[in-house]
C-alpha cells in the first residue's frame, strides 16, 4: 500500500518540476515595481507558517520601510509553487527550503540563497519540527520504529531526506522505517486513531499532541546537529541579476529583521497569530522557530549531499553553487 503512495507523489514532484523547467525555457521573469517615486514594491511568496514571523516582524518594525522598501506578501501552501512563482515572475522572493532550493538548482531551474531564516532546536526538548507519538507508545529511540508507519508530510520531500539521512546517523536503516504521507495538521488524529505509530510534524501541532497526552520521540534534525538550517529567501537568478540594489535593501533588512526576532520573541509570538490562523493563546505556548541571519554553509553543502545520497537529484549544487553571488 505505501508504494504505490509513493510513486504517486513522487510524479507530482516530478510533474511540478516539469512546470518550472517550462518556465525556464520559456525565458520569463519580472521584476520589483519601481518607478523612481515613492518605496519599491518587493513581491514575496510565503507560507502561513510561524517560521515566516520573522519577515513580517520586520515589516512591524519598519526595517524594509526604512530600506525603501514596500513587501507585498502573497501566501503560497508549498515550496514548490512559490520557485514556479520565482521563474515566472510572479514572485520577486520566495520563503523555501534550502531543500527546495537546491533541487530546482540541481535541475538546472535558476534559482538562488539570498537569506537565512530559520533554523530547528539544539534538542527535542526544544525542537519545534519533531516526531511525535501518543500517549502510552513504546517508543524510546529511532531503532523502535523499526518496522512501523511513521507520518510525514510528503512523501520524497524535504522531511524525508532529512529524517533519513538523521536515522542513518542513528544506525537505522531508513529503509526498515515505513513512511505514509499525513500533512501536518492531520498529525493529532492520526496518532490518536492509531494510524501511524509516530509522525513528523511542526509546530503548532507539535503542541497539540502534547496537550493531548502525547510526547516528542525523535527530533531528526536537531540530531544531526543544533540549530540545523531550515528555511531560506530565495529569488530568480535573473531578479538578482536584474535587480541588484533592491536585492542588497531586501537582504539588508532580512538580516535585520531575522537578528530582532531571534532576540525578541514575545513579539514572535505576538505576530503569528496576525498571518496565520494559530491561536494567541497557542502562540503564547508553543515551541519557536530558532531565527537566524547567518548563511551555515557547512550544514547547506551537507543538506545538498543529502539530496545525491537518497536520490533525490543526480547532481545537486554546493553551498556556494546555490547561495546568490
Do not use: K
Not at 509553487?81 to 540541481?106: H, K
Amino acid at each position: 500500500m505505501g508504494e504505490p503512495r509513493r510513486r504517486g507523489a513522487r510524479v507530482r514532484a516530478v510533474a511540478a518540476l516539469a512546470a518550472v523547467v517550462a518556465l525556464v525555457a520559456t525565458g520569463c521573469g519580472g521584476s520589483a515595481d519601481g518607478d523612481g517615486e515613492g518605496p519599491t514594491t518587493v513581491r514575496v511568496g510565503t507560507l502561513p507558517i510561524a517560521n515566516a514571523a520573522g519577515m513580517y516582524l520586520g515589516m512591524e518594525q519598519g526595517f524594509f520601510a526604512e530600506e525603501g522598501l514596500q513587501i507585498e506578501p502573497t501566501v503560497l501552501q508549498g515550496g514548490n509553487e512559490i520557485v514556479t512563482g520565482l521563474v515566472s515572475g510572479d514572485y520577486d522572493v520566495g520563503f523555501v527550503g534550502y531543500i527546495s532550493a537546491g533541487v530546482a538548482a540541481g535541475r538546472n531551474v535558476p534559482v538562488c540563497v539570498l537569506t537565512a531564516s530559520d533554523a530547528t532546536g539544539t534538542t527535542a526538548e526544544d525542537d519545534w519540527q519533531v516526531m511525535v507519538a501518543g500517549p502510552g507508545n513504546t517508543i524510546s529511540s529511532p531503532q523502535d520504529l523499526v518496522g512501523s508507519p511513521v507520518g510525514i508530510n510528503a512523501l520524497g520531500g524535504v522531511a524525508e531526506v532529512l529524517i533519513r539521512a538523521a536515522l542513518d546517523r542513528e544506525g537505522v536503516d531508513p529503509a526498515s522505517v515505513e513512511f505514509i504521507e499525513v500533512p501536518f495538521p492531520e498529525v493529532p488524529a492520526a496518532i490518536a486513531g492509531g494510524r501511524v505509530a509516530a509522525a513528523y510534524t511542526a509546530e503548532p501541532f507539535v503542541t497539540t499532541v502534547l496537550d493531548q497526552g502525547g510526547e516528542v520521540v525523535f527530533a531528526p534534525q536537531s540530531a544531526l546537529a543544533p540549530e540545523y538550517p531550515n528555511g531560506a529567501y530565495a529569488a530568480s537568478r535573473q531578479f538578482v541579476q536584474g535587480e541588484p540594489d533592491t536585492v542588497e535593501r531586501f537582504t539588508r533588512a532580512m538580516e535585520r529583521s531575522l537578528d530582532h526576532a531571534r532576540d525578541n520573541p514575545d513579539a514572535v509570538r505576538a505576530t503569528i497569530p496576525t498571518f496565520t490562523q494559530i491561536p494567541a493563546e497557542l502562540a503564547e505556548r508553543m515551541r519557536l522557530p530558532v531565527f537566524t541571519s547567518e548563511l551555515d554553509r557547512a550544514a547547506i553543502d551537507e543538506q545538498m549531499g543529502f539530496m545525491t545520497q537518497y536520490g533525490v537529484v543526480e547532481e545537486a549544487p554546493t553551498a556556494d553553487e546555490l547561495i546568490c553571488g
